[in-house]
Nanobody
Framework: QVQLVESGGGMVQAGGSLRLSCAAS????????MGWYRQAPGKQRELVAV???????NYADSLKGRFTISRDNAKNTVYLQMNSLKPEDTAVYYC????????????WGQGTQVTVSS
């Protein structure tokens, strides 16, 4: 069984920063892509950023320049540095990982709330 545990969410004023972390644990042979998604109230879940095992990144166009994704393969952990936060960034942020145990499967974290006040 694989678990993804997120941390680092909270409330911040507009213009502030937060850093999210997501650690994968369990029986893990390898992890391919890791990423962050978010879901605002009344909206569909959307991609924030994804990073491959080799470090190649992809971002939602609207977030480029403000958010940075990184990972520590030795710790099976992915990070999301969020700067210049705006009220419209308010959402539940979910971690995702493509994990190979005995087969490759998608795993999701429980989500962490990020609230940006104006």
């Amino acid at each position: 069984q694989v678990q993804l545990v997120e941390s680092g969410g909270g409330m911040v004023q507009a213009g502030g920063s937060l850093r999210l972390s997501c650690a994968a644990s369990g029986i893990i042979f390898s992890i391919n892509a890791m990423g962050w998604y978010r879901q605002a109230p009344g909206k569909q879940r959307e991609l924030v950023a994804v990073i491959t095992a080799s470090g190649r990144t992809n971002y939602a166009d609207s977030l480029k320049g403000r958010f940075t994704i990184s990972r520590d393969n030795a710790k099976n952990t992915v990070y999301l540095q969020m700067n210049s936060l705006k009220p419209e960034d308010t959402a539940v942020y979910y971690c995702n990982a493509q994990v190979t145990t005995f087969q490759m499967s998608d795993y999701w974290g429980q989500g962490t709330q990020v609230t940006v006040s104006s």
